[in-house]
């Protein structure tokens, strides 16, 4: 589950299409959905707004973050062009991944449990002072 987002906001060009993807892949309710917005809330209350933009396609981008991102990641890829980049490697940093939603934004999705295994590193740095 989609677990924080900042808050955002995204312009659709179809909010009816746009609310039912972001039903299914933020897996919660729209907590009010107006003529022209659609306002959801994640778990630990991070808000996502969406607004009809007369059919125009405004591309933005969000960062959020899932506390499993296996299982979601399985549901989405059932969803033909969903699911546009997958950064899940050992040699990554923090697990990712990128969606695309029907309004051409990007959602960036971090793998909450990868972000929390990540300790700082620390850099030592010598110099030679004679």
Do not use: K
């Not at 907590?31 to 809330?41: K, P, S, W, Y």
């Not at 209350?45 to 296996?70: F, K, T």
Request: proline share 5%; aromatic share 6%; net charge negative.
């Amino acid at each position: 589950m989609i677990i924080t987002v900042e808050p955002v906001v995204l312009f659709i060009p179809d909010l009816e299409a746009a609310v039912a993807w972001y039903r299914a892949v933020l897996g919660v309710e729209p907590e009010v959905i107006l003529e022209r917005t659609a306002l959801f809330r994640t778990a630990r209350g991070g808000e996502l707004l969406l607004v009809y933009g007369e059919g125009e396609r405004h591309s933005g981008a969000a960062v959020l973050m899932c506390d499993d991102l296996d299982s979601a990641l399985a549901a989405w890829r059932q969803w033909v062009g969903v699911v546009e980049l997958e950064c899940l490697g050992p040699d990554w940093p923090v697990r990712l991944v990128v969606l695309r939603d029907p309004g051409d934004n990007c959602l960036v999705v971090l793998d909450a449990a990868s972000n929390e295994r990540q300790r700082p590193r620390t850099v030592s740095v010598s110099a030679g002072i004679s």
